[in-house]
């Protein structure tokens, strides 16, 4: 199985900046897509940004500009670094990954347990 591992949530004034970072583990073969989602109270879970093996990047129209997702192939990490924040943003965030284990080369598609990230003065 593929483990993931988030870091860097947490509480910050809105403006403020905070990075996540998320750290797959696990009989890796391959790794296509990894992002970020978030579910804020009352409301279903929403696409924050992805970033496929080539680099590609998406982001969510209430993100854009203000969040950049990155990755380290070598290290299988995702990160997300969250400028600006705005108090909806509050929500807890879940990193994602998928692509292909083990020897037999079966597929994954990985969730971290979510990291909370508050944003209030």
């Known amino acids: 199985q593929v483990q993931l591992v988030e870091s860097g949530g947490g509480l910050v004034q809105p403006g403020g900046s905070l990075r996540l970072s998320c750290a797959a583990s696990g009989s890796i073969f391959s790794i296509n897509a990894m992002g970020w989602y978030r579910r804020s109270p009352g409301k279903e879970r929403e696409l924050v940004a992805t970033i496929t093996s080539d680099g590609s990047t998406y982001y969510a129209d209430s993100v854009k500009g203000r969040f950049t997702i990155s990755r380290d192939n070598a290290k299988n990490t995702v990160a997300l670094q969250m400028n600006s924040l705005k108090p909806e943003d509050t929500a807890v965030y879940y990193c994602?990954?998928?692509?292909?284990?083990?020897?037999?080369?079966?597929?994954?598609?990985?969730w971290g347990p979510g990291t909370q990230v508050t944003v209030s003065s």
């Open positions: 994602n990954v998928n692509g292909r284990q083990g020897t037999m080369l079966y597929g994954f598609d990985s």
